[in-house]
């Protein structure tokens, strides 16, 4: 059974830093699209970023135009790990925070989370001004 849990999330300063960490288990990162995903209170959830394999040892990462330049999402496949670091945040960044896979690789489609099979409970960040 595949199971994701996500850590880092807490309360920043805006210009601060965060480092969210999703960890699988049952779980097997090639071939997988892996995503974060982000929902504020009382709006829809909304994809943050999503990472797949590219062929001989390279990667595709992709951004929301919200946070490019600031986020970047990476894999630690040794420890079985997704890692968004997330730096200059702002208080538009308050979400609870989600991890997201799914077997293959989605391309665009990444920003549906209807599309991914499998999810973390979250991870609360709260940017205060």
């Known amino acids: 059974q595949v199971q994701l849990v996500e850590s880092g999330g807490g309360s920043v300063q805006a210009g601060g830093s965060l480092r969210l960490s999703c960890g699988a288990s049952?779980?097997?990162?090639?071939?997988?699209?892996m995503a974060w995903f982000r929902q504020p209170p009382g709006k829809e959830r909304e994809g943050v970023a999503a990472?797949?394999?590219?062929?001989?040892?390279?990667?595709?990462?992709y951004y929301a135009d919200s946070v490019k330049g600031r986020f970047t999402i990476s894999q630690d496949n040794a420890k079985n790990t997704l890692i968004l670091q997330m730096n200059s945040l702002k208080p538009e960044d308050t979400a609870m925070y989600y991890c997201?896979?799914?077997?293959?690789?989605?391309?665009?489609?990444?920003?549906?989370?209807?599309?991914?099979?499998?999810w973390g409970q979250g991870t609360q960040v709260t940017v205060s001004s």
């Open positions: 997201a896979a799914v077997p293959g690789r989605l391309g665009s489609l990444w920003v549906e989370p209807q599309r991914f099979s499998y």
């Open positions: 049952g779980y097997i990162y090639t071939g997988h699209t």
């Open positions: 990472i797949w394999p590219g062929g001989y040892s390279t990667h595709y990462a």
